[in-house]
């Protein structure tokens, strides 16, 4: 519950393995497009927003219906009073909420029609279509000068929908591609990658169209295309940056094997190009599922971190660095940096089942110019609490991340509300947030499993010296009046 408690673990920080210092970076034709460019200003006030998804929730009496939450920001930071609540009972959002629907598993956000006011979309993975159990489907809100509403919202399925496909488990919207790949340069609009259980699908909005409604491209990446020799393969998550020099966004796809050998993390990515049927092979990388993208060594070229905590991952989990070569090329196919809890500098022990990397998240928290990085464990054990879950945050420098003053965080620390329960799962989203664009990044931390299962999200702020607990604050969905009881709440963060 949430409540004050005394309690503190260490700081620390010494340097862990990294590559020699970088050269002075230059100037490259297409830079980052991980943190420093976010796309999350529904409203257009220049101020990132947060969407929220709780799909545990009971809406009209159903549930695991869900919704999702939007709060918008200003230079006052963010907000808990204006503030939108998203469902499918709401006038005008398409379908009815329905049991175990799990509207807002996943969310997203793009300017789909080049309009200037971001849009968001929400997953619907347990959405039935048509008698089809878990066909799964997806909701577009509109952005606007006063946000996000249901009446313009739009739906999205697979043309040829199937039971049990989870369409809309994870969601992710960037330029992947040109809606017109004959005139490429003429609409810098994004599209839409989302992916089913074994299908990764992309979706655009056809320039001209007087009806916004984004159409399903030829283009589909099957799991089974990308699965390791002798396994099956699931999808489970979305990244996108830029990891080459060029003018599209490329997208990292995380998933985990299927077969005799389950569990085993993988990540691909595909490279942007024109046309949606030419995107490039970008490699695959061991690990996942959780992947993040920014640039850590300050090349202007985006790199890719990855969270192992799936099957054959190192005791208590592990995340990886991989960085840009500075070229066409992509991604270097070996990793700079590995990092584990028993890595020096990194505060604490690694123990089977604390899922260190399970959750992570990019953002520079001291103003100087670097990303640091977000590290959540919802499996750690505080004291003899079982998966009640901590936060670890390695700041970045010209190396990629330094093991000089890692802080971890968790609901024992004396400045953070709430003391540490089983099944909290504190941190199993965390999100670096600038609302107030002062150029210092907060950290949001989610516990979807607190009270119960009603979900809670803690708000730590920033400082030239990094992230500090005292200031931290909480709210849940009840305090932006929404259903509290079992749901979930923080399940989902937009990155």
């Not at 159990?133 to 009446?151: I, K, M, N, Q, R």
């Not at 990092?339 to 022990?349: A, N």
């Amino acid at each position: 519950m949430v409540v004050a408690t005394v309690a503190l673990i260490g700081l620390g920080g010494a340097v862990a393995t990294a590559p020699s210092a970088a050269a002075a970076p230059a100037p490259v034709p297409f830079p980052s497009i991980g943190w420093q460019q976010r796309n999350c200003d529904y409203d257009g006030n220049g101020h990132d927003d947060v969407l929220t998804g709780a799909p545990g929730a009971t809406v009209g009496g159903s549930p695991g219906a869900g919704y999702v939450s939007v709060q918008y920001s200003s230079s006052g930071g963010l907000s808990t009073t204006r503030k939108s609540v998203l469902h499918q009972n709401v006038p005008g959002v398409p379908g009815g909420a329905e049991a175990r629907d799990g509207f807002g598993a996943a969310v997203a956000s793009g300017d789909l029609d080049d309009d200037g006011y971001d849009d968001a979309v929400v997953g619907i993975p347990g959405e039935d279509l048509g008698g089809l159990s878990d066909a799964g489907g997806a909701v577009v809100f509109w952005g606007s000068p006063t946000g996000l509403h249901g009446s313009d919202s739009t739906w999205l399925e697979d043309e040829a929908p199937r039971a049990g496909a989870s369409f809309g488990r994870a969601v992710e919207a960037a330029r992947y591609f040109a809606p017109d790949p004959a005139d490429p340069d003429a609409d810098p609009r994004d599209s839409l990658a989302v992916l089913e259980d074994d299908t990764l699908l992309f979706f655009t909005l056809t320039p001209g169209l007087s009806a916004r409604q984004p159409t399903l491209s030829e283009h589909r990446v099957r799991a089974s295309d990308l699965a390791p020799s002798g396994t099956g393969f699931e999808f489970r998550s979305l990244s996108h940056g830029n990891y080459n020099e060029d003018s599209w966004a490329d997208l990292a796809v995380s998933g985990v094997t299927t077969g005799e050998r389950p569990g085993v993390g993988t990540v691909h990515v595909l490279h942007g190009a024109p046309d949606s049927g030419a995107l490039g092979d970008g490699g695959t990388f061991p690990g996942g599922p959780a992947v993040v993208s920014g640039d850590w060594d300050g090349t202007g070229q985006d790199d890719l971190v990855i969270g192992d905590t799936g099957a054959g991952a190192p005791t208590g989990g592990g995340i990886t660095l991989y960085l840009g070569r500075g070229d066409l090329s992509g991604l270097e196919p070996e990793p700079a940096q590995y990092w584990t809890q028993d890595s020096p500098g990194v505060p604490g022990t690694a123990e089977a089942g604390d899922q260190w990397g399970a959750e992570l998240s990019a953002g520079d928290t001291d103003g100087d110019g670097h990303p640091d990085l977000a590290v959540g464990a919802p499996g750690e054990d505080i004291g003899s609490v079982p998966d009640a879950g901590a936060v670890w945050v390695l700041r970045g420098d010209r190396t990629g991340l330094s093991g000089t003053g890692v802080k971890s965080f968790d609901q024992q620390l004396a400045a953070i509300p709430g003391t540490a329960e089983r099944s909290d799962r504190w941190g199993a989203q965390v999100r670096l947030i600038d609302a107030d664009k002062d150029g210092l990044h907060g950290l949001l931390a989610a516990a979807p499993g607190e009270n119960g299962d009603d979900g809670f999200i803690w708000v730590l702020p920033a400082s030239p010296s990094g992230l500090v607990a005292a200031g931290t604050w909480t709210y849940d969905g009840a305090r932006l009046g929404a259903p509290a009881a079992d749901a979930r709440f923080g399940a989902a963060v937009d990155e």
